[in-house]
């Protein structure tokens, strides 16, 4: 069975790079060419916001308020993912999700980081 | 960017009641729309998707409706384990969208 597990650093100066990696276990990622992997997060007391997301045969998409500050890479050796953003504030510290995503919807979701951003 | 709206904000309920909870698109997104369950501490988890197809392990209480522009989750009988914030999401266009979400409170 699939699963998902975020890791990140918990704690992020302003200004610096915030770096996620979702570790995949229990299957590969390029056993699904056509499914998406992404980001979503939530902001403390908000809604939940996408970031993210890519497919394993090419094409990435970017949630445009965020301004070409996020990045997202996947590596195929170690089965996991990974998404860096650029240039935080504290309105980047949110409680980050890695999800795959089936045809129209997110299907599967790791159980969240939570980031904070604070000198 | 399709924007979506989601009414209303709070609802309570009483256990056994019918619940019926919006969510309106700023442009057709087709049947491209599901809905998610989240719960504080927990993953959110698919309900509903393509507008009306119930995800695998969802009790039948949860059905969707809708096409286009305007959609629609029931809970046709609400159990106390329902209350949950519910959003909807879009994906027929880049970038994805969710709504505000709704949250279901238990009387």
């Known amino acids: 069975q699939l699963h998902l597990q975020e890791s990140g650093p918990g704690l992020v100066k302003p200004s610096e790079t915030l770096s996620l990696t979702c570790i995949v276990s229990g299957d590969s990622i390029s056993s699904y060419p056509a499914y998406y992997w992404g980001w979503v997060r939530q902001p403390p007391g908000k809604g939940l916001e996408w970031i993210a997301a890519m497919s394993y045969s090419g094409g990435s998409f970017y949630n445009p308020s965020l301004k070409s500050r996020a990045a997202i890479s996947v590596d195929m050796s170690k089965n996991e993912f990974s998404l860096t953003l650029s240039s935080v504030t504290a309105a980047d510290g949110a409680l980050y999700f890695c999800a795959r995503m089936v045809w129209s919807f997110w299907d599967l979701w790791g159980q969240g980081t939570l980031v904070t951003v604070s000198s | 960017e399709i924007v979506l709206t989601q009414s209303p904000a709070t609802l309570s309920v009483s256990p056994g009641e019918r619940v019926t909870l919006s969510c309106r698109a700023s442009?057709?997104?087709?049947?491209?729309l599901a809905w998610y369950q989240h719960k504080p501490g927990q993953a959110p988890r698919v309900l509903i998707f393509d507008a009306f197809t119930r995800a695998t392990g969802i009790p039948a209480r949860f059905s969707g409706s809708g096409s286009g522009t305007d959609f629609t989750l029931t809970i046709s009988r609400l159990e106390a384990e329902d209350s949950a914030i519910y959003y909807c999401q879009q994906r027929n266009t880049w970038p994805l969208t969710f709504g505000p979400g709704t949250r279901v409170e238990i009387k």
């Open positions: 442009e057709s997104v087709r049947s491209y």
